[in-house]
Nanobody, 114 residues
């Protein structure tokens, strides 16, 4: 059973930074891609950033230049470094991994105060 455990969320002021972590219970090379999604109140869940097994990355336009996704294969962990945070970044952030099916973490709250 694949488990994804997220951490690193919290309350931060506008312009601040947070680093989210997602630790997988299996070898992350078993996944075709790993990523982060977010869901704000009253909005649909949206892709924030994704990294493929080969290391290719893509980002939502709203976070390009501010967020960076990377991974530590030895720790089976994927990270999301978030800089220059804005109130619009406030959401629950979910880790997502895909092989022949999708797996989701439990979510971690990120709140950016103005």
């Amino acid at each position: 059973q694949v488990q994804l455990v997220e951490s690193g969320g919290g309350l931060v002021q506008t312009g601040g930074s947070l680093r989210l972590s997602c630790a997988a219970s299996v070898d992350i090379f078993s996944f075709n891609a790993m990523g982060w999604y977010r869901q704000a109140p009253g909005k649909q869940r949206e892709l924030v950033a994704r990294i493929t097994r080969g290391g290719s990355t893509n980002y939502a336009d709203s976070v390009k230049g501010r967020f960076t996704i990377d991974r530590d294969n030895a720790k089976n962990t994927v990270y999301l470094q978030m800089n220059s945070l804005k109130p619009d970044d406030t959401a629950v952030y979910y880790c997502n991994c895909v092989n022949y099916r999708q797996y989701w973490g439990q979510g971690t709250q990120v709140t950016v105060s103005s």
